[in-house]
């Protein structure tokens, strides 16, 4: 096990899904850590990003003097420091399989990520859609039941147990949420598994003591209601 000690960089938990996915897996998988939020759109923002990333985005991990500004790559910098924590399923298939669902939300998914924006505190049913939501919404249904039905004697997530590929979709666990969006039977059982995780309880409860209203993400509303 790791002795180096971590502090992890965050945007607001009510908008910041990047964030989201880097804190529930460290939280979920037992591997401690501080952590600094530093809030989005903000002067602060801009002026203490840069001391951690010159990308200029969160999450960021800091590692002793490494900094690790990718939500893949802090993965597997994870599952590298930490062996016996099962960032990635046991098997060679199912890591590679889970390795690639990651990807293809770190990179795809544009529709429904410019249309429903995480906003963990809101409830806004039938905003946001769109055909090519809907399609974004599909491939992930289709995702979902695939690997429940693969995976459904091991465990209530995507590989039965718990592993990296549930954090890099808990946001959009929590967009289905905030967006109404129905599904299916074996995926609404997996929306529910995943809110009612402890790291996501956690982060949610944050989430609603937060206080401030970023226009940014909030295409919807001028203010909180």
Partial sequence: ????????????????????????????????????VLPLFSETFDREILRYS??????VLLAGDLAIWDTIAIAEYLAEAFPDRA???????HRARARSVCAEMHAGFGALRANMPMNVEARLAGR???????????RIV???SGLRAAHAGSG???????????????PVVSRFETYGVALPPDCEAYRRAILE????????TAA?????FLAEDEPYRRARD
Avoid: C, H
């Fill in 197 to 204: 995780t402890a790291s996501m309880r956690d982060w949610t």
């Fill in 208 to 212: 609603l003591e937060e206080k401030t």
């Fill in 1 to 36: 096990m790791s002795e180096t000690r971590f502090t992890l960089v965050i945007g607001n938990r009510n908008y910041s899904s990047w964030s989201m996915r880097a804190w529930l897996l460290m939280r979920e998988l037992r591997i401690e850590f501080d952590e600094r």
């Fill in 128 to 138: 946001g859609w769109n055909l090519e939501v809907q399609a974004d919404i599909d």
């Fill in 87 to 93: 960032v990635w399923p046991a098997r060679a298939d």
């Fill in 54 to 59: 010159p990308a200029r985005r969160v999450p």
């Fill in 142 to 144: 289709a995702m979902w």
């Fill in 156 to 170: 209530p997530f995507l590989f039965g147990a718990y592993s990296a590929a549930d954090a890099f979709y808990a």
